[in-house]
């Protein structure tokens, strides 16, 4: 017999089972919120940033940003 431990996982530990595949569900579902996503610049960030970095001079700069703004 049994001795009253329950079914399949014997002394009375067969919610651990489904306790830890919830606790698994949830930790997936919270660390996918609160992951950092990468800041997507747009095309004038990056040429203020290219031109205060000294990789382009003022005309390029101003011409670039000129062709963005059409």
């Given at each position: 017999?049994?001795?009253?431990?329950?079914?399949?996982?014997?002394?009375?530990?067969?919610?651990?089972?489904?306790?830890?595949?919830?606790?698994?569900?949830?930790?997936?579902?919270?660390?996918?919120?609160?992951?950092?996503?990468?800041?997507?610049?747009?095309?004038?960030?990056?040429?203020?940033?290219?031109?205060?970095k000294?990789?382009?001079?003022?005309?390029?700069?101003?011409?670039?940003?000129?062709?963005?703004?059409?």
């Amino acid at each position: 017999m049994g001795y009253g431990y329950g079914m399949g996982w014997g002394m009375g530990f067969g919610w651990i089972v489904p306790l830890l595949i919830l606790g698994g569900i949830f930790w997936f579902l919270a660390g996918r919120g609160s992951e950092r996503k990468a800041v997507e610049k747009d095309a004038e960030t990056i040429l203020k940033e290219r031109f205060a970095k000294g990789e382009i001079d003022e005309e390029e700069y101003r011409k670039c940003k000129a062709l963005l703004k059409e």
